[in-house]
C-alpha cells in the first residue's frame, strides 16, 4: 500500500460513445494541494468527480487513503464521507438556515447528537469567518458568504480529502478573495485538496503541483512555477495563452 491520500490510476470515462477521461494517472500526497487547470470540455469535472464516484469510471482504479473506491464491494457512502466536495454552485439547502446546514448531514450520515454537531459547526463556522450567520437563511448572505458556508459544511463532516470544483467562478470578483483566503488558510493547515479553478494566480501561490488537462488526458504537470510559469507543452502554452 502506498501512503497516497489519493491514487489515481488508468481512469477512464465515457458518456455513452463519448470518451472524456482516457487514462488519467494521479498522486496526491497526504497535505498536498493539487490544481487541476485546462479547456472546458476537457474533463476536470468528471475527473473530481469521479474521484468519489459521483461518476462511476468506466475503467481505472481510485484509492483514496487506503480504501479503493472503485471495488465493487466497498461501502462507498460510508467511503465518500470522507471525502469531502464544493461545487461552483454552493448547493446549500436554501430551507435550512446556515446551523442546520451544517448539522443535517453531521446527524443522518455520521450519527452525531445534535451538541456535537452544533460545536463541529460552530468552529467549522469560525474558521470561515462567518460565525455571525449562524442562524441566517442561505438567501441572506453574498454568493462569497454562501460558498463559506458550503467549505464549512464539508469541514464539519472532517473530511480527510477536499474536492473543490470551480469554486469561485461563480461569484462576483469582489467576492473571490474571501474564498480563495479560506482556501489558502485550509492549505497552510496541512488539508489534503483537489481544486479545479481558473485562478491562476491562486494556483501559483498555493499549489504543490498544477495538472494540466486537455482532451481526457493530463498533458503536463508538475510544480506550478513550471507549468504555469515556463510550459513545455503547446497545448499548455495556447491555454495559457488565452488565460493569462
Ligand atoms: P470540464 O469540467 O473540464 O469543463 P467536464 O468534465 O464537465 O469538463 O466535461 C467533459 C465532457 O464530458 C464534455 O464534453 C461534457 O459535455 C461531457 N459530459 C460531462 N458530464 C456528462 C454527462 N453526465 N453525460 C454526458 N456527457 C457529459
Ligand atoms: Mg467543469
Known amino acids: 500500500m502506498s501512503g497516497a491520500a489519493v491514487e489515481i490510476t488508468g481512469l477512464c470515462k465515457s458518456f455513452g460513445p463519448l470518451e472524456v477521461l482516457k487514462g488519467i494517472d494521479l498522486t496526491v500526497l497526504p497535505g498536498e494541494v493539487v490544481c487541476i ?49 464544493v461545487f461552483q454552485s454552493f448547493n446549500l439547502f436554501s430551507h435550512l438556515s446556515v446551523i442546520n446546514n451544517l448539522t443535517v448531514a453531521q446527524r443522518k450520515v455520521l450519527k452525531r447528537g445534535e ?36 467549505i464549512a459544511r464539508a469541514l464539519s463532516m472532517d473530511p480527510e480529502v477536499m474536492l473543490f470544483d470551480e469554486p469561485t467562478s461563480a461569484l462576483d470578483p469582489e467576492l473571490v478573495g474571501d474564498v480563495l483566503g479560506v482556501m489558502r488558510q485550509l492549505a497552510d493547515e ?23 488537462m486537455d482532451g481526457g488526458y493530463v498533458v ?25
Open 115 to 150: 451538541k456535537e454537531a452544533q460545536e463541529k459547526a460552530l468552529h467549522n463556522l469560525e474558521r470561515v469567518g462567518l460565525s455571525d450567520k449562524v442562524n441566517a437563511m442561505p438567501a441572506q448572505l453574498s454568493g462569497g458568504q454562501q460558498q463559506r458556508v458550503a
Open 37 to 85: 487547470i485546462g479547456p472546458s470540455g476537457s474533463g476536470k469535472s468528471t475527473m473530481l468527480r469521479c474521484v468519489n464516484i459521483l461518476e462511476e469510471p468506466t475503467a481505472g482504479k481510485v484509492v483514496v487513503n487506503g480504501t479503493e473506491l472503485t471495488d465493487p464491494d466497498v461501502d462507498i457512502d460510508s467511503a465518500r464521507t470522507k471525502i469531502g466536495m
Open 190 to 212: 496541512g488539508m489534503t485538496m483537489l481544486i479545479v479553478t481558473h485562478e491562476m494566480q491562486f494556483a501559483r501561490e498555493v499549489a504543490d503541483k498544477v495538472i494540466f
Open 220 to 244: 503536463e504537470e508538475g510544480p506550478a512555477a513550471d507549468v504555469i510559469g515556463n510550459p513545455q507543452e503547446d497545448r499548455t502554452k495556447s491555454f495559457l495563452a488565452r488565460v493569462l
